[in-house]
């Protein structure tokens, strides 16, 4: 019903940058929280960025001044611009949503996409 392809990813050299992109597709009214997760091998994944629909955001730590997440409702879209990229930021990177709301009105509960690689290296 919800669909999420996130777009962006791609090998870059430390202190570079990279902007990570997620639409979500479907019959959707709004969207409550979109976010963006990580997984590096023989890691749990974990929480990058998160931001509700009325713009408050949540970061985790380690990305705090480096990396921005954005939303566009209008085209159901989330964005993170990932700056200073370190080799530790090296993952597949996820997009998630929380609670979507249908047309219908039927709520859909945590879609994630399919990820994208980021590998930062020289």
């Known amino acids: 019903q919800v669909q999420l392809a996130e777009s962006g990813g791609g090998l870059v050299q430390p202190g570079g940058s990279l902007r990570l992109s997620c639409a979500a597709s479907?019959?959707?009214?709004?969207?409550?929280?979109m976010g963006w997760y990580r997984q590096a091998p023989g890691k749990q994944r974990e929480l990058v960025a998160r931001i509700n629909n009325h713009g408050t955001t949540t970061y985790a730590d380690s990305v705090k001044g480096r990396f921005t997440i954005s939303r566009d409702n209008a085209k159901n879209t989330v964005y993170l611009q990932m700056n200073s990229l370190e080799p530790e930021d090296t993952a597949v990177y996820y997009c998630?949503?929380?609670?979507?709301?249908?047309?219908?009105?039927?709520?859909?509960?945590?879609?994630w996409g399919p990820g994208t690689q980021v590998t930062v290296s020289l």
């Open positions: 479907g019959n959707i009214a709004t969207i409550n929280g």
């Open positions: 998630n949503t929380d609670i979507v709301i249908m047309s219908s009105g039927q709520p859909v509960f945590e879609t």
